[in-house]
């Protein structure tokens, strides 16, 4: 683990907060727009400009990922728009797990990818706890003993901006972060707090565990 790993995962700069949360939003916002330049021409979605504090830019930008979202659904129908929305979404979850991966030095173990998706979720304001499965539980083993975990997300900022399709497509971006982040590891949501469970809830297991296109 690198000290830089170490040190952001317990206390990240604001300035370091919303940088990431401003190409969060441009990459996602990109990849529904490209979406819906491709399934549904014509369809424009006015932009909501980031600014301001970080909790008013991740409402700015929830509510232009939920805008797109809502126009994919009117032209294409709820099931397709999600089925296409998540394959969309999960190579943009990857892409940014990846760039994490190398800008903060995260290695294979698991502690690392721990560290690192606290870090990646805190841009979002998303909290989460981990409860670990199998002999290796409470400790930070490598992924190739580590036989999985369950990911519980107490607090998302996210979840007050979000419809249930919107959460659905964008759950797949964060899904394709873990995958970025380790490429031993998947990540798939079994309940989502949007759907009116009290606490998301996802797995985490070893390689080909995670939702691509789901």
Same mark, same amino acid.
């Given at each position: 683990?690198?000290?830089?790993?170490?040190?952001?995962?317990?206390?990240?700069?604001?300035?370091?907060?919303?940088?990431?949360?401003?190409?969060?939003?441009?990459?996602?916002?990109?990849?529904?727009?490209?979406?819906?330049?491709?399934?549904?021409?014509?369809?424009?979605?006015?932009?909501?400009?980031? @600014?301001?504090?970080?909790?008013?830019?991740?409402?700015?930008?929830?509510?232009?990922?939920?805008?797109?979202?809502?126009?994919?659904?009117?032209?294409? @129908? &709820?099931?397709? &728009?999600?089925?296409?929305?998540?394959?969309?979404?999960?190579?943009?979850?990857?892409?940014?797990?990846?760039?994490?991966?190398?800008?903060?030095?995260?290695?294979?173990?698991?502690?690392?990818?721990?560290?690192?998706?606290?870090?990646?979720?805190?841009?979002? @304001?998303?909290?989460?706890?981990? &409860?670990?499965?199998?002999? @290796?539980?409470?400790?930070?083993?490598?992924?190739?003993?580590?036989?999985?975990?369950?990911?519980?997300?107490?607090?998302?900022?996210?979840?007050?901006?979000?419809?249930?399709?919107?959460?659905?497509?964008?759950?797949?971006?964060?899904?394709?972060?873990?995958?970025?982040?380790?490429?031993?590891?998947?990540?798939?949501?079994?309940?989502?707090?949007?759907?009116? &469970?009290?606490?998301?809830?996802?797995?985490?297991?070893?390689?080909?565990?995670?939702?691509?296109?789901?």
């Amino acid at each position: 683990m690198t000290v830089k790993l170490r040190l952001l995962s317990i206390w990240t700069p604001r300035r370091i907060l919303i940088r990431e949360l401003d190409r969060v939003a441009a990459l996602t916002t990109g990849a529904l727009d490209g979406l819906l330049r491709e399934r549904a021409p014509g369809r424009r979605v006015a932009d909501i400009p980031l @600014g301001g504090s970080l909790e008013e830019r991740r409402a700015a930008m929830a509510a232009n990922q939920r805008a797109r979202v809502a126009a994919l659904v009117e032209a294409l @129908g &709820a099931e397709e &728009a999600v089925r296409a929305g998540r394959e969309a979404l999960f190579p943009v979850g990857e892409r940014l797990g990846r760039e994490a991966r190398g800008r903060l030095g995260v290695g294979d173990g698991f502690g690392d990818l721990v560290r690192a998706a606290k870090v990646l979720y805190r841009v979002l @304001g998303i909290n989460f706890d981990i &409860a670990r499965e199998g002999p @290796g539980a409470g400790t930070e083993s490598e992924p190739e003993s580590e036989p999985g975990a369950t990911l519980l997300v107490d607090r998302c900022a996210l979840s007050e901006h979000y419809t249930r399709e919107a959460c659905l497509i964008l759950s797949a971006a964060d899904e394709g972060v873990v995958r970025g982040l380790n490429p031993a590891m998947g990540m798939e949501f079994r309940e989502r707090i949007t759907e009116g &469970a009290p606490k998301c809830v996802a797995q985490l297991r070893l390689s080909g565990g995670g939702g691509e296109g789901r």
